[in-house]
């Protein structure tokens, strides 16, 4: 079975401060990795996705993550933080074959602070 | 294209009562899915449709929740008798053949 990680429930970080938020992916099968971002009372919006092809992903609003096969991880990064930022960040994963259904970690709460 | 609309946005019942919620989804999309997310939580899969045919249940949807999606068009999710371990978000999404694409959600809170 496949299954997501998330191990920061919380990330505070002052502005313009650099973020890494962390995912890790269990899984025996290829997949397919996302990062999305849910701001309070509203439905989840894409940052960013691996398919496939380079390993190193830019999303929106100054965004990246890297594909690590080996680590089995997907972290999110972003060189300067702004307020706008603060949200709950989930990671997910859905097999590369079947539904496509999302595996979503338990999400990661960013509070970036003035 | 104005994306995935969920109704209603709020819904607060008595337990026991019945609720219905609506999801309409990008008119091209073919795939169609309901997730529900509790407080502190990931959305977990409850169930996914391609077209109207209802392809796959979460065990988390016990015989007290029904599904629907007549036409291919719009879906209906029913939880009959509610419960409080019924609260939570309710989220639609839908897809094509690439990422799927969330509405706002329907929060429950049943009291």
């Known amino acids: 079975a496949q299954s997501v990680t998330q191990l920061d429930s919380q990330v505070p970080v002052f502005e313009e401060a650099p973020v890494e938020l962390r995912c890790n992916y269990s899984s025996s099968v290829s997949v397919y990795l996302f990062w999305y971002v849910q701001y309070p009372n509203q439905g989840l919006q894409l940052l960013l996705k691996?398919?496939?092809?380079?390993?190193l992903v830019k999303g929106i609003n100054g965004f990246e993550a890297e594909f690590n096969k080996s680590q089995t991880s997907f972290h999110l990064r972003k060189p300067s933080v702004h307020i706008s930022d603060t949200a709950e960040y989930f990671c997910a994963v859905i097999l590369a074959s079947g539904t496509y259904k999302y595996i979503f970690g338990t999400g990661t709460r960013l509070k970036v602070l003035a | 294209d104005t994306g995935v609309s969920q109704n209603p946005r709020h819904k607060i019942t008595k337990r026991g009562q019945n609720v219905t919620f609506r999801c309409d989804p990008i008119?091209?999309?073919?795939?169609l899915y309901w997730y529900r997310q509790t407080l502190g939580q990931g959305p977990e899969f409850l169930t996914y449709f391609q077209n109207e045919a209802q392809l796959e249940k979460s065990r988390l949807l016990s015989d007290r929740f029904s599904a629907e999606r007549p036409k291919g068009s719009f879906s209906t999710l029913e939880i009959q008798r509610t419960e409080q371990g019924d609260s939570a978000m309710y989220l639609c999404?839908?897809?094509?053949?690439?990422?799927?694409?969330f509405g706002p959600g329907t929060r429950l809170t049943v009291l």
């Open positions: 008119s091209e999309h073919n795939r």
């Open positions: 691996y398919l496939s092809g380079s390993t």
């Open positions: 999404a839908s897809s094509g053949r690439g990422e799927q694409f």
